[in-house]
């Protein structure tokens, strides 16, 4: 049986822990102990019992890259 978040894998996600704590970034992994992200700040790997939910996440702006010499 296919896992539910092999969907998610490789996509931007957010990832909602305990206290609301919030974090984003590309699903990596996500097994029984942590959940891997891969962030704009480097990785963040968060235990799974602290996992609230983990969701879809497209950003509201986007940085648009005009290639160079633009």
């Known amino acids: ?24 970034g590309i699903l990596i992994e996500a097994s029984d102990t942590a959940v891997m992200l891969r962030s704009e700040n480097g990785w963040i790997e968060i235990p799974t019992e602290k996992v609230v939910s983990i969701e879809k996440y497209t950003p509201k702006t986007f940085k648009t890259w005009t290639g160079p010499n633009t």
């Not at 539910?4 to 984003?24: A, G, I």
């Open 1 to 24: 049986m296919r896992h539910p978040l092999f969907d998610l894998q490789n996509k931007m996600v957010e990832v909602r822990s305990q206290n609301d704590v919030v974090y984003r």
